[in-house]
């Protein structure tokens, strides 16, 4: 069932674009979130998630995922819920393709690396930097830096967790020029990119570290959630090989989740009487959701996971190299700008050269932060796995 027509972001009363468009050539039949999601896709950034790490670092291992995967797979998930819904699958398509793009290398032991290396000048985050990235440091276009992308698009961007009280320094930037009204609920098409973003990384982040032999099968049945499916593949497929149960389990996993995603949502949209965007965005709590029930069960995979893989003990040696990575090339830069490629050079005050640094940085994909240390600073010595 779908939801209201008139909850769906709709292409045609989009509130437009930062720069009008007037002579781009040829544009092709397409909407204006046709466009952005185009635009993200061609854009540097998204192809620098090619070698950016997931959980494990990018250059290890042809089968585990990387930003870029992962994104592609929360986009998957992203538009069949919207096409479900009724909503616009385009702009969540978009917005789940674009939600990782500020990821510096090495993933969030990278970004704490960053944040504390230009602490002094308002510091790194992630959601900030995909801002300032499509709005300013990608430069397709003759006429303006950045993607130009739509406000729906900037809006999901900014808020697809929530209302923003307090924006980082990056994205109050952004809100200063665009106006992105931080204080209200995004489009429910942002509220449901981030929850396939959940949705995809609780699965297949177990897919990898099972993989791996770093996340432990025996604690991860401990979670009620994991081991209901765990018996009922079983009970399926006795037989089954341990490895395609694993691919059984993630793929159930995944479709409890959307269920009970696509059923929550509607419930809540009936009960708060919504019909257009604007109540979508005036709801004051988040329309697309899980169930009580299964955000228990979620809050506790997540637990379980960041216990036993994201902070497991065989990943801190690789941590550790990664934070000590980059927190030498931002201090190396920041010691001597003129290391810095020419583009890079705007402005000589201490905050705009730090700003420049970890722009520069954050752009890195793992094996180009690792040649650079080498070139610049000296061996880096990642374990052979992991």
């Known amino acids: 069932m779908s939801l209201p027509a008139g909850i769906a972001a709709r292409p045609s009363e989009s509130r437009g674009r930062v720069h009008a468009e007037p002579d781009l050539g040829p544009r092709g039949p397409r909407d204006a979130f046709q466009r952005d999601r185009d635009r993200i896709v061609h854009s540097v950034a998204f192809r620098r998630l090619r070698h950016k790490t997931q959980v494990f670092v990018a250059p290890d291992g042809d089968h585990y995922r ?7 797979e929360v986009a998957q998930i992203g538009r069949t819920v919207a096409r479900v819904l ?15 793009l500020g990821h510096p290398p090495f993933g969030h032991a ?4 960053l944040d504390a290396a230009i602490a002094d000048h308002g510091g790194f985050d992630h959601n900030g930097h995909t801002l300032r990235l499509v709005t300013r440091l990608e430069t397709p276009y003759p006429d303006f830096d950045g993607l130009n992308l739509s406000w729906e ?12 009280a307090n924006p980082h320094w990056a994205l109050a930037e952004v809100d200063a020029e665009v106006g992105l009204d931080l204080h209200s609920f995004a489009s429910l098409e942002a509220q449901v990119a981030a929850l396939a973003d959940d949705i995809a990384y609780d699965n297949h982040d177990i897919d990898d570290g099972l993989r791996a032999g770093v996340l432990p099968l025996d604690l991860l049945l401990e979670q009620p959630f994991v081991k209901r499916h765990w018996d009922a593949i079983g009970a399926r497929w006795p037989d089954l ?38 109540d979508v965005r005036s709801a004051g709590m988040a329309l697309a959701g899980f169930s009580d029930e299964l955000a228990a069960d979620e809050r506790a995979l997540k637990r379980c996971l960041y216990a036993n893989l994201y902070n ?39 905050e705009t050269t730090a700003r420049n640094v970890a722009d520069y940085v954050a752009g890195m994909t793992d094996p180009f932060a690792i040649a650079r240390h080498e070139a610049l600073v000296g061996p880096v010595e990642l374990p052979e796995k992991f």
């Open 66 to 72: 990387v930003r870029l995967t992962h994104s592609i």
């Open 86 to 100: 009724g909503l616009n699958e385009d702009l969540t398509e978009a917005l789940c393709l674009a939600h990782d």
């Open 110 to 113: 990278g970004e704490d690396a």
């Open 153 to 164: 698009t900037l809006e999901g961007l900014a808020k697809h967790n929530g209302p923003v």
């Open 241 to 278: 090989p341990l490895d395609r149960k694993v691919k059984a389990l993630v793929r159930d996993q995944i479709g409890t989740m959307v269920g009970d995603l696509l059923a929550e949502t509607r419930r809540r949209v009936a009960a708060s009487g919504a019909e257009t965007l604007a």
């Open 312 to 350: 497991a003990p065989a990943l801190q040696p690789v941590r550790i190299e990664a934070q000590r990575v980059v927190a030498n090339l931002a201090a190396a830069y920041l010691a001597d700008p003129r290391l810095l490629p020419d583009a890079w050079h705007r402005g000589d005050c201490a």
